[in-house]
């Protein structure tokens, strides 16, 4: 079993419809939680990071993570053409240095139809 | 801010050279450099860790003297992978961070296709 699942996709929707990217983890000691876009050909770009449990909110983009049951989220609002991309997860369970090593799930592919 | 440049973005060579990829962080100094290896269709791949000044810190199964990690500099770290081959192609993306606890910033990464 890997550490983090993601589901690959991909996943189409229409313009402006809400948008839930998910992914599940099984080691516990996972206390730091980032979702990454990356576009075809380029490196991930960091969206948002969470530490610990509970929700954060970036303009049309909301991080959920419920360690209780190992299950992080990102939604989109709004969702544009130019969301389309593969969207990662990240983890950590660095303590001190909480981005140090990061495991990555395989990355969620988004089709956005204008 | 915390932009992180590649380059190359994309070397093809033949079988048994060496090519360097570099990696730079241009408005942060950069204590700690990370170089990942991403196949198709799968996750990053952490090869190794290097702090500016000590030698890498390789994950199980990087061979170490295949791949050659400089990092100089505050701003600077080097991915040399010798003796290539067609098994070596892979994206290979170099990521930095500050000495805040603040998340890793990615580079554009570089497709490698060894002939």
């Known amino acids: 079993q890997k550490e983090v699942e993601q589901d690959p996709g991909p996943l189409s929707v229409p313009e402006g419809a809400i948008v839930s990217l998910n992914c599940t983890y099984s080691?516990?000691?996972?206390?730091?939680f980032m979702w990454y876009r990356q576009y075809s050909r380029k490196g991930p770009e960091l969206l948002m990071y969470t530490y610990s449990s509970g929700n954060k909110e970036d303009g049309r983009f909301t991080a959920q993570v419920d360690k209780s049951s190992k299950y992080i989220s990102l939604f989109i609002r709004d969702s544009q053409p130019s969301d389309s991309a593969t969207y990662l997860c990240a983890m950590s369970a660095e303590k001190n240095t909480g981005f140090q090593k990061l495991v990555f799930g395989t990355g969620t592919r988004l089709l956005v139809s204008p | 801010g915390a932009v992180v440049s590649q380059h190359p973005s994309w070397v093809i060579c033949k079988s048994g050279t060496s090519v360097k990829i570099e990696c730079r962080s241009l408005?942060?100094?950069?204590?700690?450099m990370f170089w990942y290896r991403q196949f198709p269709k799968q996750s990053l791949m952490l090869m190794a860790t290097s702090n500016e000044g000590s030698k890498a810190t390789y994950e199980q199964g990087v061979e170490k003297d295949k791949f050659l990690i400089n990092h100089a500099s505050l701003t600077l770290s080097t991915l040399t992978v010798t003796s290539a081959h067609p098994e070596d192609s892979s994206f290979y993306i170099c990521?930095?961070?500050?000495?805040?606890?603040?998340?890793?910033?990615f580079g554009d990464g570089t497709r490698l296709s060894i002939l």
């Open positions: 408005d942060f100094q950069a204590t700690t």
């Open positions: 990521s930095a961070r500050d000495y805040s606890n603040q998340p890793q910033h």
């Open positions: 080691n516990s000691a996972f206390q730091y």
